[in-house]
């Protein structure tokens, strides 16, 4: 392991919103969050094409965040938005329940018209970034095609089919990752999780956001395999989401919707849980899985709480030698 803990390594898994805070406390916490210091590898199943135009919720949930123009509020989104572009769409017959910015939508026009190119998404993703000043290394997990289907009560549907057009209502009776099985990891996906001083897998959606990296062959099987610390931070807080529909969706699967059901799904692949201080009385059963605990504040406020919990982690694998 490459360990020089002045600049650590950091690599993290992550899906939308908790995904894009974490990594914006890493690049504020981290000495020198270039993009040796800090990779993050980001959820593609949520992908969808809207109005002719390839859209990456998640990737551009991380890139905005980092960039710090995203919509703090929303979460998703950039600030200072206008629709006139979607009300247009709407005047002319297209379906627009998924909201798309007029500057949102410049970013996928650009991607749309680069991967007609023939350009991969990875190279594509880091072009974006880094023309919106960002300087951690994005990575798209796949540049192959992925996408996650959702069973619902009513039939299978597309993942924003689900979770913006249903609002995330159904109950989720299974998940589908089509095309994980012949998707090969990004350029960059397994080197960043093999070199990391410190692997997080972020506080995203264990099923809607992390089981789809996983499901790229290698990447489950690079994080079993790092010299890394690897970390886990709970979604759920206090037997309740942090945000989104994670504890429907745990609920709906047959998991306990807590801390320790979290724990439960990640035994076995992370060496630490990191859970909120409300949920200290279950430190003793996430240990009794073979997991050592962290418990700290997990619910990332503004940028600082976001740098503190980084720091928080940081500090936690420079105690064991990471
Ligand atoms: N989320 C919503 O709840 N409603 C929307 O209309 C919506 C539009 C949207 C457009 C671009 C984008 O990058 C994200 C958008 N999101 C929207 C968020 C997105 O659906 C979810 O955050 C993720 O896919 C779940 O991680």
Not at 221 to 235: D, F, L, Y
Not at 276 to 297: E, F, Q, S
Not at 298 to 322: F, H, K, Q, Y
Request: aromatic share 4%; net charge negative.
């Amino acid at each position: 392991m490459s360990t020089s803990l002045d600049t650590p390594r950091v690599t993290l898994l992550a899906g939308g919103v908790g995904g894009a805070r974490l990594a914006h406390g890493f690049a504020r916490a981290l000495p020198d969050a270039g993009a040796r210091a800090l990779s993050v590898v980001v959820n593609v199943g949520d992908d969808t094409e809207r109005h002719g135009l390839t859209v990456s919720p998640d990737l551009d949930t991380v890139m905005y965040t980092l960039a710090e123009v995203n919509d703090e509020h929303r979460g998703w989104g950039l600030q200072g938005e206008t629709y006139a572009t979607l009300e247009q769409l709407a005047r002319l017959g297209e379906d627009t329940w998924f909201t798309l910015g007029d500057k949102d939508l410049a970013t996928h026009v650009v991607r749309t018209a680069r991967l007609r190119e023939g350009r991969r998404l990875s190279a594509v993703t880091a072009d974006l970034a880094a023309a919106l000043g960002v300087r951690a290394r994005l990575l798209p997990v796949t540049d192959d095609r992925l996408r996650t289907l959702v069973d619902t009560p009513s039939g299978r549907v597309a993942f924003q089919e689900y979770f913006v057009r249903r609002r995330h209502a159904d109950a989720v009776l299974g998940l589908t990752f089509d095309g994980a099985e012949s998707a090969r990891p990004a350029p960059g996906v397994l080197e960043a999780v093999r070199d990391a001083d410190l692997l997080v897998v972020a506080p995203s959606n264990p099923f809607l956001s992390i089981e789809p990296l996983l499901a790229v062959p290698g990447v489950r099987e690079a994080v079993g395999a790092t010299a890394a610390r690897r970390v886990a931070v709970s979604p759920i807080v206090g037997g309740q989401a942090i945000k989104g529909p994670a504890a429907q969706v745990l609920e709906s699967l047959g998991h306990e919707v807590s801390a320790l059901g979290v724990a439960r799904l990640y035994a076995g692949l992370v060496d630490v849980m990191c859970i909120d201080d409300a949920d200290a009385h279950l430190a003793g059963p996430i240990r009794d899985l073979g997991m050592d605990v962290v418990v700290t504040a997990t619910i990332m406020g503004g940028a600082e709480g976001r740098a503190r919990l980084a720091r928080e982690l940081l500090a936690d694998a420079g105690r064991t030698g990471a």
